[in-house]
């Protein structure tokens, strides 16, 4: 009896499959008038609270507004978005409005033809947002997304444990920086928590430091050139090494993921590590993975990567990046300004009001209402470049190559020099 | 004949567009420098394969692949088939210590891999708090190049001996009291009984059951995947691990999918051989003479 049944739920599923593909094919015809009937098919990746809320709120207000607009939301959690967008993209059928970081991951789907180019659908209104938002969107001069999110990584640190190590200034320079990890290690504290299972935390490090040595220049040119066998390049792996060779990480580092229940961010929310290198989220994940759920509270600080003596790179340039939707090549008319929409002022002081997005429209920056979300939008705000992180801003492989290379010097098995022609091979493939 | 064709098509529908069409589409792109949009044009012969084949994390996905059978074979079947004959003994609470050993097998491979980070939690995890107990420090088993391959074969064995002690077990009891009577009769010991009667009437389920030991090792990767991501530094990566990396971190599609090429034909290849040399005797009849044997 089962057999049968399984056979004849299998012949169903055949059945339905093959509905699917005929109304899969009927959809494919664009909606090109903004008025007619139309479905938007969303994908993001706050599939959360705060934001998860706060997103289908402005769905429901976009669609009570314009009756022949639906929007069906799909929240995954960003894991799952990335093998999901993947097999979408291969196939060649993107959803309508989707998560985006920019960059190289971008770069690739406009080379594949599979977003739309918004240059000139969002020109009356782009003028809002801060500029260094939408650089990584920007291919070519053309933009292809709008960022709803921007941030800054730095150094997030335990106000007490600092105090308690007679640590009283932040350290502005890398030599500083060294001495205070000296001096936290020799008060029994563990100076720095680092995900080393996860290799994208330990990345920032060298990168930060090739941006503090060469400049935001040398960055650029490096992924122009397809070479990062330059000085400038080996010497920030030596300065890495210089800190690696402090063992300043916590114990069984290189096993840790990021926001597991032992990983950087719990070991920093329990008062285990004195400091983090991290983007703009690191509060939220510090207080969600720490056994109170609240984190550290006012004893969490935040200072600018510092430094490197003698280098080209202004303490002012940030490293960082956001989060933002493009639009899918078969996107229905109403898509461009559902986004507009979702980007108005009110709509961002919403979601910046959350504590989860740091908005990019200028005139929100206001709704912020942590202190420690206020001091990374204020460093950000008054930082004279940008960049965006190399595993999101090089194309997927060199950016991989990145994060494998740096996690193989953290952990000893590489020196600096190998490390660079590892990453240049790699670009050069590509 | 119509019937039968009627009676087939859905699963061979099926078969087709799952298992066959995939292996032709992936051995199609393993010739081709492919990011996975739109088509592969890029037309590079056998590039991919010499490439795989002199990456030292690929070579290395061998090396562990090799180990970890090697493991297998000599540690954990050998402990399985032992708790297999222990438990067919007569013993109060038997039933309960063959649920108990089959219970790991039960869970998914995902649910094992969470539930031994906790475990192996360098700062609180159960492990850390025994070998503190004992005088030990195994606290970061998971974060030691050195160490971490035999903490994953510790936990694939955790996971696996029960179901190779279920087999066992079941083999076993397959054996005619007769036998065993008849050779303690005629003054075999218990070595002897178990060495010179048990263990060749047992020959065709460990032969399965080293078979399927084998083909899982070569295509290890939930496990690997939630304990370690492959690493520290691709030191517990196995082949469906840098497969994944490729395909789906680093948009080469073409490369990955000469790497799930070559996993594919390490296990056609194995699994003919052992068909045609060591399991003949066992399925003879069944395959060999197409199960119309007089």
Same mark, same amino acid.
């Given at each position: ?430 | ?151 994953? *074969? @510790? ?7 029960? !179901?190779? /002690? %279920?087999?066992? &077990?079941? =083999?076993?009891?397959? +054996? ?34 080293? *078979? @399927? ?7 290890? !990767?939930? /496990? %690997?995947?939630? &304990?370690? =991501?492959?690493?520290? +530094? ?61």
């Amino acid at each position: 009896m089962t057999a049968h049944l399984s056979r004849r739920s299998l012949l169903g599923l055949a059945g339905a499959g093959a509905g699917a593909l005929l109304l899969g094919a009927c959809g494919d015809d664009k909606a090109d008038d903004p008025n007619a009937p139309q479905t938007i098919n969303w994908w993001h990746i706050q599939n959360t609270e705060p934001m998860l809320p706060v997103w289908a709120a402005m769905a429901k207000e976009y669609e009570a507004a314009h009756s022949n607009v639906k929007v069906t939301i799909q929240p995954l959690e960003n894991e799952a978005f990335k093998a999901k967008l993947t097999t979408a993209t291969q196939a060649g059928s993107p959803p309508d409005l989707f998560q985006s970081w920019g960059g190289g991951v971008l770069k690739q789907q406009v080379d594949a033809g599979l977003v739309k180019d918004l240059t000139d659908d969002v020109k009356p209104w782009i003028g809002n947002l801060l500029p260094a938002s939408v650089q990584p969107f920007t291919i070519d001069g053309k933009i292809y997304g709008v960022p709803f999110d921007i941030g800054m990584v730095g150094f997030w640190y335990n106000k007490d444990l600092f105090a308690k190590a007679g640590v009283t200034a932040a350290p502005k320079t890398w030599t500083e920086l060294l001495a205070a990890v000296g001096r936290i290690k020799a008060a029994g504290v563990v100076p720095i928590a680092l995900a080393g299972k996860e290799k994208w935390p330990g990345h920032y490090y060298w990168a930060y430091l090739a941006m503090r040595i060469g400049g935001l220049g040398a960055l650029q040119q490096a992924a122009k050139d397809h070479n990062f066998d330059t000085p400038d390049f080996v010497a920030a792996g030596q300065r890495l090494k210089e800190l690696v060779d402090l063992k300043p990480f916590q114990k069984g580092f290189l096993g840790a993921g990021y926001g597991t229940p032992d990983g950087q961010a719990a070991t920093m929310g329990n008062g285990g590590a004195a400091m983090e290198l991290m983007g703009q989220w690191a509060p939220s994940v510090q207080a969600s993975s720490s056994t109170s759920k609240k984190g550290l509270g006012d004893k969490l600080g935040f200072f600018p990567f510092p430094a490197v003596d003698g280098g080209k790179g202004s303490v002012a340039e940030a490293f960082g990046g956001g989060n933002g939707f493009t639009v899918g090549k078969n996107a229905p008319a109403a898509t461009v300004d559902f986004l507009k929409a979702l980007l108005e002022v009110g709509n961002q002081r919403k979601a910046a009001a959350t504590g989860a997005v740091l908005p990019t429209v200028k005139e929100a920056v206001d709704a912020i209402k942590d202190p420690n979300n206020k001091t990374v939008a204020e460093t950000l705000a008054s930082a004279t470049g940008f960049q965006l992180y190399l595993d999101q801003a090089y194309p997927p492989a060199v950016g991989q190559q990145v994060n494998d290379s740096v996690a193989e010097l953290i952990a000893g098995s590489k020196t600096p020099e190998q490390i660079v022609k590892d990453i240049t091979t790699v670009a050069k493939s590509q | 004949m119509s019937t039968i064709a009627v009676f087939l098509a859905p699963a061979l529908v099926l078969f087709l567009l799952l298992v066959v069409a995939p292996i032709l589409v992936a051995s199609y792109a393993s010739v081709f420098k492919w990011n996975g949009f739109g088509l592969p044009e890029n037309n590079v012969g056998l590039e991919n394969f010499t490439r795989a084949f002199g990456d030292p994390t690929f070579r290395g996905d061998l090396w562990r692949a090799f180990l970890l059978i090697a493991l297998s074979l000599v540690i954990q079947l050998p402990v399985s088939l032992g708790l297999a004959m222990l438990l067919n003994q007569k013993l109060s609470g038997r039933r309960a210590y063959r649920l108990l050993f089959f219970a790991p097998y039960v869970l998914s491979e995902v649910t094992t891999g969470v539930l031994f980070t906790l475990v192996f939690s360098p700062s609180r995890g159960l492990g850390e708090g025994l070998a503190r107990w004992l005088g030990a420090d195994a606290g970061a088993i998971f974060a030691d190049p050195d160490t971490v391959l035999f903490a994953l *074969f @510790l936990v694939i064995s955790w996971k696996y001996f029960g !179901f190779h /002690m %279920v087999l066992y &077990l079941a =083999g076993r009891q397959g +054996i005619p009291r007769e036998l065993t009577e008849a050779a303690a009769t005629d003054g075999a010991g218990t070595w002897q009984v178990f060495r010179h009667v048990t263990l060749p009437l047992l020959g065709p389920t460990i032969r399965i059951s080293i *078979f @399927l030991s084998v083909i899982g090792t070569i295509q290890l !990767f939930d /496990m %690997v995947w939630v &304990l370690t =991501g492959g690493g520290p +530094i691709h030191s517990s990566e196995t082949m469906a691990v840098t497969m994944y990396q490729y395909g789906f971190r680093r948009f080469e599609v073409g490369y990955a999918s000469a790497i799930s090429m070559v996993m594919f034909i390490l296990s056609l290849v194995f699994a003919l051989f052992y068909q045609r040399y060591v399991l003949r005797r066992d399925t003879e009849g069944a395959i060999t003479t197409r199960g119309v044997q007089g």
